[in-house]
């Protein structure tokens, strides 16, 4: 971690636990027997261009990698010449990095494309991830928008700012999946907007105001509409479902009631990666390469 205030300190004394022996450090150099480290778990940015070069640096000491970069977990259409130049590298140095998460990395692509498996034909794919985010951490709330008005809403969103960092990559992975040369994909952002106050124990969402984020991405493969992901994110909303309905031969429709709790959900599948992606050939690998199952106890 790059913050200096924790440089050294024991990571026991972060977590609020007993001494753990793990200390802080600023850069990897500064860690003494790398070549006893068996994964790094990369969880700092949701930008493939930022995140790359972190990624080449841990690779130069031979070190596997699961990351949470939103961006790196199917990079191919996006941004093919950095993925390329990493999938070389980590071929080189015999290991393989791989990006998941609960979303994207599982409920928006992973989930669905394998649900498709009992299909013997395919021709639309919509997912829906509800989420009421008043039970998530403040800085998801926060980072979805809740609490300010729509003016601010609508600055943040023109600055990039105020976004669910992913939907294009799941509709790029489903589509892969399923053999589709996607021709154009679109992603809008509206604001879920309050029309009574709603009062939280950390925040006051005035009426008007934004509860935070709807988002809602298309993609289609010769001219017609195939995949249609649409996240919304707010506080106080009272709905929280994960919802996969694909058109085909069978139909199929499947429903989580009370959704997926992104945060332990996240952990999780990361911490249920490691094994797979220690046992993986070398490579960048997405989702498609794994299969991931509970290993923690």
Not at 43 to 64: D, F, H, R, Y
Not at 117 to 133: I, L, M, P, T, W
């Amino acid at each position: 971690d790059i913050n200096p205030d924790i440089e050294s300190k024991d990571l026991g004394e972060l977590t609020g636990s007993t001494s753990s022996g793990t200390k802080i450090h600023s850069t990897i150099e500064s860690i003494k027997n790398l070549d006893e480290v068996d994964i790094a778990v990369l969880t700092t940015s949701s930008s493939m261009e930022q995140i790359a070069p972190q990624v080449e640096n841990i690779l130069k000491w031979g070190i596997p990698i699961v990351s949470t970069c939103e961006e790196l977990t199917f990079p191919y259409k996006s941004n093919p010449e950095l993925a390329n130049k990493l999938d070389k590298l980590a071929i080189e140095k015999n290991v393989a990095v791989v990006s998941t998460g609960v979303n994207p990395g599982f409920l928006m692509d992973t989930l669905p494309a394998m649900l498709t498996g009992v299909c013997k034909e395919v021709s639309y794919v919509h997912v829906n991830r509800f989420q009421d985010a008043i039970t998530r951490r403040i800085p998801f709330q926060k980072k979805i928008g809740a609490g300010i008005s729509l003016e601010e809403f609508e600055s943040r969103k023109l600055a990039g700012t105020l976004r669910h960092v992913g939907l294009t990559e799941s509709m790029q992975f489903i589509a892969d999946c399923l053999g589709w040369d996607i021709d154009h994909t679109e992603d809008v952002i509206s604001p879920v907007v309050a029309s009574q106050a709603i009062e939280t124990e950390v925040m006051q969402i005035p009426k008007g105001f934004a509860m935070g984020v709807r988002q809602v991405g298309t993609a289609s493969y010769k001219g017609e509409e195939k995949i249609k992901l649409v996240f919304e994110a707010a506080v106080g909303t009272g709905t929280s479902y994960d919802e996969i309905k694909i058109s085909g031969k069978p139909d199929i429709h499947s429903k989580i009631d009370g959704g997926v709790h992104g945060d332990i959900a996240t952990c999780s599948i990361v911490l249920n990666a490691i094994p797979n992606v220690l046992k993986s050939s070398p490579g960048l690998k997405t989702m498609k390469d794994l299969s991931i199952v509970s290993y923690v106890q």
